[in-house]
C-alpha cells in the first residue's frame, strides 16, 4: 500500500537526517516524491525530488550513482507537470548536469549506459520544448549513433533500450509519424527498433 510505502520512507528520511546518512536521505526523498505524484500531489513530490538532488551529492560513498537518480526523477517529474516557461527555466541547468552523470555511469560500467541515452532524450525534449525540433532531432541522431556503435551492449540489454527508445517515439513530436517531416530519421528509430526485438528473441519481419 502506498500509505505503507510513505511511512516506511519517511521513517528513514527521519533516520538519515538524524544521523546525516545523505545517501538514505536521497534515496529516501525520492521514495517520498514517487509516492506523492502517484497520488496527484505534484508539487510535493517535486519539492521531494529537490531535497533528493540535494542531498544526492553529500552521500558519505561519494557515489555518483545518487546523484544521477535523483536528477533522472527530478527531470521527469518537472517535464511530467507540464511544458511551462517556468518549469523549463527548471529543466534547463539540470540536463547538461545528468548528461554528465550519465556518461560517468557509462563509464564507470565499461560500456554504454541506459541513463547515457535516457539523457540524451532530456536534452531532446528538452530542445522540442523550447521550440527547436532541429536540434532535438540532432540529439536522437546522437542516441542511433552511440547504439550503432555499441551494438553488443546494446544487445545485452536490449530490453531496456527498446523500452527507452519507446519513450522517445511517445514523448517526441519529432518522431510522430503524423505529423514530423523527420522522416528519415522515425524510419532509422523504426529500424533500431526492430534491432532491439531480434535481440530479445523476437522477430518483427515474419
Known amino acids: 500500500r502506498k500509505s505503507d510505502a510513505w511511512t516506511a520512507y519517511q ?13 538514505l536521505e536521497s534515496r529516501a526523498c525520492k521514495g517520498l516524491g514517487e509516492v506523492a505524484t502517484e497520488e496527484g500531489r505534484i508539487e510535493e513530490g517535486l519539492d521531494l525530488y529537490r531535497n533528493a538532488l540535494a542531498a544526492a551529492p553529500l552521500n558519505e560513498s561519494n557515489d555518483s550513482a545518487y546523484e544521477l537518480s535523483a536528477l533522472e526523477a527530478l527531470i521527469e517529474a518537472l517535464f511530467h507537470s507540464g511544458v511551462s516557461e517556468i518549469t523549463m527555466e527548471e529543466v534547463a541547468p539540470l540536463v547538461p548536469r545528468y548528461r554528465e552523470a550519465a556518461a560517468a555511469e557509462s563509464v564507470r560500467q565499461g560500456h554504454l549506459s541506459v541513463e547515457e541515452l535516457r539523457s540524451l532524450l532530456s536534452s531532446a525534449r528538452l530542445h522540442e520544448a523550447r521550440g527547436k525540433p532541429q536540434e532535438a532531432a540532432a540529439e536522437v541522431r546522437v542516441m542511433l549513433d552511440l547504439m550503432r556503435k555499441n551494438r553488443t551492449a546494446v544487445l545485452d540489454m536490449a530490453a531496456a533500450f527498446e523500452e527507452m527508445m ?13 505529423s514530423s517531416g523527420e522522416v528519415a530519421l522515425i524510419q532509422a528509430v523504426s529500424a533500431e527498433l526492430d534491432i532491439l526485438k531480434v535481440g530479445k528473441g523476437e522477430f518483427p519481419f515474419i
Open 11 to 23: 521513517a528513514a528520511r527521519d533516520v538519515g537526517e538524524k544521523h546525516g546518512f545523505f545517501s
Open 166 to 178: 519507446g519513450h522517445a517515439v511517445c514523448r517526441l513530436k519529432i518522431l510522430d509519424r503524423r
